[in-house]
């Protein structure tokens, strides 16, 4: 496991206080931000936070291999293989960090009957897809401000030229409990 460098983007200045963390994932070349209490675990190329009540959780990592679009299916489907009465709700190409993007929104239901919002953002990189997946418990029909907050903080932090297939991220979001 991978420790945290949060020097790398500690001294960047931010308009949102609450984000006291930062994160940077040197091996696939993105760093993000995210609000104190937060819990971080560096898992290989991915990253997840998770919200300290424990009903929401964000994952960044490398997209399945491919172009946006077929990365942004890849990531999709994960997302309906692993989860039930899944709905797609939105679908949209939005821009993350100054990169493309796309944007799919919908409800899942996990392992354990939670009902849950979900984002997949695939972010093109200068030389990979990026994937970042969301999942909160659903009490009402958007997901919080907090996530929005901490999705527009990703940037790429590197360039450099390499090839990675990267199977689709797998979110334990099955952990998140009810109230």
Do not use: C
């Not at 030389?127 to 970042?132: D, K, Y």
């Amino acid at each position: 496991e991978e420790e945290s460098d949060d020097s790398a983007v500690a001294h960047e200045d931010t308009s949102e206080p609450a984000f006291s963390g930062a994160a940077i994932n040197s091996q696939a070349g993105y760093r993000f931000r995210y609000p104190a209490g937060w819990k971080v675990e560096h898992i290989g190329t991915a990253i997840e936070v998770t919200s300290s009540d424990r009903r929401a959780k964000v994952t960044f990592g490398l997209a399945p291999a491919g172009d946006l679009r077929s990365a942004s299916q890849k990531t999709v489907s994960a997302i309906q293989d692993e989860y039930g009465d899944v709905i797609v709700t939105d679908l949209d190409t939005v821009s993350v960090g100054g990169r493309p993007a796309r944007l799919v929104q919908g409800k899942a239901t996990n392992s354990d009957g939670v009902r849950l919002l979900f984002r997949s953002v695939t972010v093109g990189g200068k030389n990979e897809v990026f994937a970042i997946l969301t999942f909160e418990a659903a009490e009402s029909e958007e997901m919080s401000a907090a996530i929005e907050q901490i999705i527009d903080t990703f940037r790429q932090a590197r360039t450099g030229s390499r090839s990675v297939s990267a199977a689709p991220m797998k979110s334990s979001a099955g952990s998140l409990v009810s109230a």
